[in-house]
């Protein structure tokens, strides 16, 4: 019998697939060297194998053999696995299309018969090298959109696209780009031994949405999401490293003194026009220099014609 906290993580392990899952589009899974993100890309699969949807696998840097690995026999006959490992010229999935392995695999889901279908990248690392930049986001624009394609001619009720990326092998020109085309992002990582995933979601004429949920990956890719770490065992700064003060080496003051602010008020500016500055430019005292300025034109300063007879005064 399962207990209030049994009942709890059970019910956390599914919203989190099921958010991921549920509204289809592009599903970005960004890892790192430090965490990687295949074991929850599996986890997904396994979630969408479940639910007795068609899964296609888009298998570039393991083999089959290799990925396959973990899963029991009954979700490994459900999965379509379309080997680029071992033919990465993408010969054995029929004739060269123009968009490549995603092209082919867009055919072959509006081919099929109706209903969801997940399709895995693993991962879009490898694909961005091998296909131009402005191929690959078509494509994969393409297939994450087939159900609201216009006509209503594909078949497919929703597709979902699960695309793994190794963050830090690309610059923040792809990275933006596949974000942007994005409706969910996973940002793997983890602290004190912990994974988590930051999940962002993009939803139509909605706000976007962010949460974050702390979770293992269990050895037959199924999900235990866990509480997060304590606040204590937070990395904080070495106690022992001083604190440089910004504000130590500057050559001005950002506060002043009451002295001061006191001068600083009682001093007029050269550009202020006040009444006594006004008072003594016109009735200067007795004993003050008064001064005269003698212009005499040269010849070419007389200019003949009126300077305002364009603006028929």
């Known amino acids: 019998m399962l207990n209030n906290n049994d009942n709890w993580r059970t019910w956390r392990k599914s919203e989190m697939l099921d958010s991921l899952l549920a509204f289809g589009g592009l599903v970005l899974l960004r890892d790192s060297v430090e965490w990687e993100g295949r074991s929850l890309l599996k986890a997904l699969i396994k979630k969408s194998a479940l639910c007795r949807e068609q899964v296609h696998i888009l298998g570039c840097e393991v083999s089959k053999e290799e990925f ?3 899963f029991t026999s009954d979700i490994n006959n459900c999965l379509v696995y379309h080997d680029l490992f071992r033919d990465p010229l993408n010969e054995k999935m029929g004739r060269p299309f123009l968009g490549g392995p995603l092209g082919a695999l867009t055919a072959m889901c509006r081919r099929t018969d109706p209903g969801p279908v997940t399709i895995a990248l693993d991962s879009l690392s490898w694909l961005l ?16 959109h087939q159900n609201s394609s216009p006509g209503g001619s594909s078949s497919v009720q929703q597709v979902c696209v699960l695309g793994l990326l190794h963050e830090e092998l690309h610059g923040p020109g792809p990275l933006g780009a596949l974000s942007s085309l994005a409706q969910t992002e ?46 204590e065992s937070q990395p904080h700064p070495d106690p022992h490293t001083s604190l440089v003060d910004p504000m130590t080496h500057l050559t001005f003051n950002l506060r002043l003194s009451k002295k001061e602010r006191e001068a600083k008020d009682s001093l007029t500016l050269p ?24 212009y005499e034109p040269d010849a070419y300063d007389e200019d003949q014609e009126d300077p305002d007879d364009d603006l028929d005064i």
């Open 68 to 70: 396959h690995e973990g």
């Open 129 to 144: 090298p091998h296909l131009p930049c402005t191929t690959l986001h078509q494509n994969l624009h393409a297939l994450s």
């Open 186 to 231: 996973v940002i793997v990582g983890g602290t004190v031994g912990q994974a988590s995933a930051y999940i962002l979601c993009r939803r139509p004429q909605q706000r976007p949405t962010h949460q974050t949920n702390w979770f293992s990956i269990l050895p037959d890719f199924s999900l235990d999401v866990q509480e997060g770490p304590p606040v």
């Open 271 to 294: 550009f202020q026009f006040s009444s006594e500055k006004q008072q003594a430019l016109l009735c200067p005292g007795q004993g003050q220099a008064t001064s005269h300025i003698f």
